[in-house]
């Protein structure tokens, strides 16, 4: 999650794993975390570029206690939510900072292994998209007076919930920015049943059935046949709109969605195929 951090550090197989990590997990005990759980791809492929974990700690804290425990150079910051450690120049650990029951679930790596739960040949990311996707929808059907210079919408944070959102285009000065700004937003839910239940309204969907995005995908489907809320127009629309987030992740960010920009074009391939099959 924090990508390559570290150089001096390699992939682990999953039978190395199972080997480290008690004393990994004894280290992030002296370090006070607590409620550790791994999460991502961790135990879930058969080789891992890094160990993600999710813990409660205070991020300040946390991020002081590893520097003093790892090094200045052996720590990395990342974002507000992530700090990356080279563990004995051996592996690179990323802890996330938060509600590990809601960062395990929206950090979940779905796993290439066979007879392993939640399977899936696309990265957790895509059903990421898709559900900003959805939220963009339920934005456009609450929120209708948003305009090129102020909008009042939905933004699922991964490592946070779902945010009612303010924001603005104009600067402290009245200049114009090229993004977003926001100006406030507030917490609707941060629980993945919550979250579920905030997305399919009627409330007929479990967050245990949506951990991949063919497992979202098809609970968006079928909802749109029996929903009040999500119709032909509204599922045809957050589609369309999937799609076109796809494209421009492939074009700016083409990581997110697999190995390269041509391994991504054949992701897309592979989506649309599902999505018209």
């Known amino acids: ?23 990994i ?11 550790i759980q791994t999460t991502g791809s961790t135990f879930r492929k058969q080789t891992m570029g890094d160990i993600d974990v999710a813990v409660e700690h205070n991020y300040e804290l946390l991020l002081q206690r590893a520097i003093e425990k790892f090094g200045q ?28 029951n809601l960062i395990t679930w929206t950090h979940f790596g ?16 895509i059903r990421h998209i898709l559900m900003s996707a959805i939220l963009y929808e339920k934005t456009c059907q609450y929120f209708l007076k948003n305009n090129e210079d102020y909008r009042h919408c939905y933004q699922f944070d991964i490592e946070e919930g779902i945010y009612e959102t303010f924001q603005t285009k104009f600067g ?10 926001t100006l406030k937003r507030k ?21 245990q059935d949506i951990y991949t995005f063919e497992e979202l995908f098809f609970a968006l489907k079928k909802t749109s ?4 809320y999500f119709k032909e127009k509204q599922y045809q629309q957050i589609i369309d709109s999937f799609i076109r987030d796809i494209e421009i992740n492939i074009q700016e960010k083409p990581l997110r969605i697999a190995s390269s920009q041509e391994e991504a074009y054949k992701v897309l391939e592979q989506l649309k195929n599902i999505i018209n099959g």
């Open 1 to 23: 999650m924090g990508g390559r951090a570290f150089d001096c550090v390699k992939p682990i197989n999953i039978d190395e794993l199972y080997k480290v990590w008690p004393r």
């Open 25 to 35: 997990y004894d280290d992030l005990i002296l370090l006070g975390c607590s409620n």
């Open 73 to 100: 150079f052996g720590v990395r910051r990342i974002g507000k939510h992530t700090i990356s450690i080279n563990w004995n120049n051996y592996v690179q650990v990323d802890i996330i900072v938060g509600k590990p």
């Open 110 to 125: 779905p796993s290439n292994l066979l007879g392993v739960q939640h399977s899936s040949q696309f990265k957790g990311t």
């Open 172 to 181: 402290t000065r009245n200049n114009r920015l090229k993004k977003w700004k």
């Open 187 to 207: 917490l609707q839910c941060w629980n993945p049943q919550q979250i579920c239940d905030f997305i399919f309204t009627d409330k007929n969907v479990s967050y």
């Open 225 to 228: 046949k029996s929903s009040s």
